[in-house]
């Protein structure tokens, strides 16, 4: 099992730049495929970005593609995403989300991911 918890979060106007971080403990990361998920109010949680654990292959939702970058390190257990030219409509609750352990498909829906972070806000002002 892993155990994820979300950082970086915060307000910042529109075109600005975020960096949300997510610690992993428990299982070494780099058995899983890691993602990105968001939910703004009122709305479902919808998929940001995934990284495949065999060979970083990177996963972008087409609204945050060429503005947001997926990382990941390994050694520290640690899974970033970088967020530059923000949007008002990036205002959301992002998590941070893992599969089942091995898995090697990348999923773009919720109900695929067995591990969540309890979340970081996120709030972007035009």
């Known amino acids: 099992q892993v155990q994820l918890l979300e950082s970086g979060g915060g307000s910042v106007q529109a075109g600005g730049s975020l960096r949300l971080s997510c610690a992993a403990s428990?299982?070494?990361?780099?058995?899983?495929?890691m993602a990105w998920f968001r939910q703004a109010p009122g709305k479902e949680r919808e998929f940001v970005s995934a990284?495949?654990?065999?060979?970083?292959?990177?996963y972008y939702a087409d609204s945050v593609k060429g503005r947001f970058t997926i990382s990941r390190d390994n050694g520290k257990k640690m899974v970033y995403l970088q967020m530059n030219s923000l949007k008002p409509e990036d205002t959301a609750v992002y998590y941070c989300?893992?599969?089942?352990?091995?898995?090697?498909?990348?999923?773009?829906?919720?109900?695929?991911?067995?591990?969540w972070g309890q979340g970081t806000q996120v709030t972007v002002s035009s």
């Open positions: 989300a893992a599969p089942r352990a091995w898995y090697s498909g990348i999923n773009y829906e919720s109900s695929d991911y067995n591990y």
């Open positions: 428990g299982d070494p990361l780099s058995i899983y495929n």
């Open positions: 990284i495949r654990r065999t060979d970083d292959s990177t």
